[in-house]
T-cell receptor, first 118, second 115 residues
């Protein structure tokens, strides 16, 4: 089945530094990738949708200059949290959509990244 | 505004019994509905889905029912097993309007199946 690799799984960084999270589709081409954020005991909140070769579409309230998304190839999307602050500490999850499977089956999630900003 | 609602934050059932997880939605444009299972510190894994043209979809122990008029769906797990213990998320997407079929998630229901 479709596999999405996300890393790092866990990262601790100092306040003010930047952190990059990678999301790769291993055995399919993902023209669309999604980035989510999950707070404890909360839902997965969509942050942005990225399409290969074009600018990401950010959800309302998400700072595009703070959460930089790059989707340079059909198998790789990256999320960079710039100038991280403790309030950015969260669980970040990516999802890649396999168009060949249609909207009922085509979403595969990465294993998530636990970001802690100290 | 929560477009997908899972009003029960937790559910506890005995092994072998039926688990019923409920989900309500408000956006009438949603036409695809998916259920995911999630363990702590892991990404969601797909369980079962249904499109709005159907009212039932079954896959082994899992059945999803959709009531479009009530904007309500439910996931039935029978028989429930201790390994089913996890958080279950309901998600919905709209196929039109250039939305890229992005998923909107509920807050999840923690299912505990007791041996």
């Amino acid at each position: 089945g479709a596999v999405v690799s996300q890393h790092p799984s866990r990262v601790i960084c100092k306040s003010g530094t930047s952190v990059k999270i990678e999301c790769r589709s291993l055995d399919f081409q993902a023209t669309t990738m999604f980035w989510y954020r999950q707070f404890p005991k909360q839902s997965l909140m969509l942050m942005a949708t990225s399409n290969e070769g074009s600018k990401a579409t950010y959800e309302q309230g998400v700072e595009k200059d703070k959460f930089l998304i790059n989707h340079a190839s059909l198998t790789l999307s990256t999320l960079t949290v710039t100038s991280a602050h403790p309030e950015d500490s969260s669980f970040y999850i990516c999802s890649a959509r396999d168009l060949s499977l249609g909207p009922l089956y085509g979403y595969t999630f990465g294993s998530g990244t636990r970001l802690t900003v100290v | 505004d929560q477009q997908v609602k899972q009003n029960s934050p937790s559910l506890s059932v005995q092994e072998g019994r039926i688990s019923i997880l409920n989900c309500d939605y408000t956006n009438s444009m949603f036409d695809y509905f998916l259920w995911y299972k999630k363990y702590p510190a892991e990404g969601p894994t797909f369980l079962i889905s249904i499109s709005s043209i159907k009212d039932k979809n079954e896959d082994g122990r899992f059945t999803v029912f959709l009531n479009k008029s009530a904007k309500h769906l439910s996931l039935h797990i029978v028989p429930s097993q201790p390994g089913d213990s996890a958080v279950y998320f309901c998600a919905a997407s709209a196929g039109s309007g250039g939305s890229n079929y992005k998923l909107t998630f509920g807050k999840g229901t923690l299912l505990t199946v007791n041996p």
